[in-house]
């Protein structure tokens, strides 16, 4: 069985631009969620989508967006890109909503950088 | 809301020596926990689940214990390799049934 793919695999982009990035999930997993890492914050979360609908929110601006289609494929954009976002986006996907009895499968990530 | 702390950030040993990892989550309802693998520049291996009706889990070298009581979990490493040098991650479901909540990681070097 395939294991969560992102592309690309790696993005440079200039402040102000805006950007999309993919995944897609183990086959038969519903539930997509996205990970943003950064040296100096770790590993956050940033939303969680199952059945094409937002299930959770992390705590990051409006420029942060997802959307799920109906073969659980994710994409996530940011818009107006500031240097801070430059960061490695991971995500994750799981067979039920992410938590409780859920093991998250993740993807190698995405290496955006903000130029 | 919960937080994870791992100790310590950075870790160094040479070949061969058995090392344990330390996790500590604040909020103890919980329903797992999870290890990870990460190397440089690249995603999370999972290494280990182990739920909250259950007090260890091995898988090969590896040996994770969890406290939930005491909101600590270790990962034993025994007999260490070169290979073995990444950063190890755990990770905890967040408050309100929300995905995962991780700590900042211990960056393990094995020292041939």
């Known amino acids: 069985k395939a294991g969560v793919t992102q592309t690309p695999r790696y993005l440079i982009k200039t402040r102000g631009q805006q950007v999309t990035l993919s995944c897609s999930p183990i086959?038969?997993?519903?539930?997509v969620s996205w990970y943003q890492q950064t040296p100096g914050q770790g590993l956050q979360f940033l939303f969680e989508?199952?059945?094409?609908?937002?299930?959770n929110k992390g705590n990051f601006p409006g420029r942060f967006s997802g959307r799920q289609f109906s073969n659980s494929r994710s994409e996530m954009n940011v818009s107006t890109l500031e240097l801070g976002d430059s960061a490695l986006y991971l995500c994750?996907?799981?067979?039920?909503?992410?938590?409780?009895?859920?093991?998250?499968?993740f993807g190698p990530g995405t290496r955006l950088t903000v130029l | 809301k919960q937080e994870v702390t791992q100790i310590p950030a950075a870790l160094s040993v040479p070949e061969g020596e058995n090392l344990v990892l330390n996790c500590s989550f604040t909020?103890?309802?919980?329903?797992?926990l999870q290890w990870f693998r990460q190397d440089p520049g690249k995603g999370l291996t999972s290494l280990l689940l182990?739920?909250?009706?259950?007090r260890e889990q091995t898988s090969g070298r590896l040996n994770a214990s969890l406290d939930k009581s005491s909101g600590r979990s270790t990962l034993y490493i025994a007999a260490s390799q070169p290979g073995d040098s990444a950063t190890y991650l755990c990770?905890?479901?967040?408050?309100?049934?929300?995905?995962?909540?991780f700590g900042k990681g211990t960056r393990l070097s094995v020292i041939a």
């Open positions: 994750a996907s799981s067979p039920r909503l992410a938590g409780a009895d859920n093991e998250q499968f």
């Open positions: 086959s038969g997993h519903r539930s």
């Open positions: 989508y199952f059945s094409e609908t937002q299930r």
């Open positions: 909020d103890s309802a919980i329903y797992n």
């Open positions: 182990i739920q909250s009706s259950q």
């Open positions: 990770a905890v479901p967040g408050s309100g049934n929300t995905p995962l909540v």
